[in-house]
């Protein structure tokens, strides 16, 4: 089975760069999305295939992928950014495609 | 507006078995392909099944397999997760999930707000 793997935590100043891993197995040959969560709510997408935005986040969300390491970057971190993060990708390759990160706490300092 | 709401989750022993399921609204149903997404207690975000649009394509993590069965009715707009044999390890807040028509590679860009199973004697 694929496995991605995440930092459990990252801390963060406010106004600050927060970068978020995400480590595969040449994982830049393969779309990473990354989601939101925040105590008591459910995902939300943040960005997909790599670096898009869906309508509605904030430019201040971006990412990368290249090698074996996909990067969510949040610049001009807010309070409200202060939530768990997982990456995502679907390998075509196996039979139960769906692989999600081990998630990454956003502390806001 | 997107609307998936999951209902049918509970207090079930272990062995036993639960139907989950989740009504879709505001898009056309039988044009999407859906998810199963479960969480833990305090633990990450884990896919559990996925279902193609017609229903005839169909995925399961190695933790389900040959105990869950997902389904879907486009008719009434609504995806279904039959649990049997039912652990502890099972226990979780059971998420249903859109795959996205923006994105080519299945990202989930709607999720219901979920159903919580709990597995105990």
């Known amino acids: 089975s694929y496995v991605l793997t995440q930092p459990p935590s990252v801390s963060v100043a406010p106004g600050q760069t927060a970068r978020i891993t995400c480590g595969g197995n040449?994982?830049?040959?393969?779309?990473v999305h990354w989601y939101q969560q925040k105590p008591g709510q459910a995902p939300v997408l943040v960005v997909y295939?790599?670096?898009d935005r869906p309508s509605g986040i904030p430019e201040r969300f971006s990412g990368s992928n290249s090698g074996n390491t996909a990067t969510l970057t949040i610049s001009r971190v807010e309070a409200g950014d202060e939530a768990d993060y997982y990456c995502?990708?679907?390998?075509?390759?196996?039979?139960?495609?769906?692989?999600f990160g081990t998630g990454t706490k956003v502390t806001v300092l | 507006e997107v609307q998936l709401v999951e209902s049918g989750g509970g207090l079930v022993q272990p062995g036993g078995s639960l139907r989950l399921s989740c009504a879709a609204s505001g898009f056309t149903f039988s044009s999407y392909e859906m998810n199963w997404v479960r969480q833990a207690p305090g633990k990450g975000l884990e896919w559990v099944s996925y279902?193609?649009?017609?229903?005839?394509?169909?995925y399961y993590a190695d933790s389900v397999k040959g105990r869950f069965t997902i389904s879907r009715d486009n008719a009434k707009n609504s995806l279904y997760l039959q649990m049997n044999s039912l652990r502890a390890e099972d226990t979780a807040v059971y998420y249903c999930a859109r795959v996205s028509d923006s994105s080519g590679y299945y990202s989930f860009d709607y999720w219901g707000q979920g159903t919580l199973v709990t597995v105990s004697s």
């Open positions: 040449n994982i830049g040959s393969k779309s």
């Open positions: 995502q990708v679907w390998d075509s390759s196996s039979d139960h495609p769906g692989v």
């Open positions: 295939d790599d670096s």
């Open positions: 279902i193609s649009s017609s229903g005839s394509t169909i």
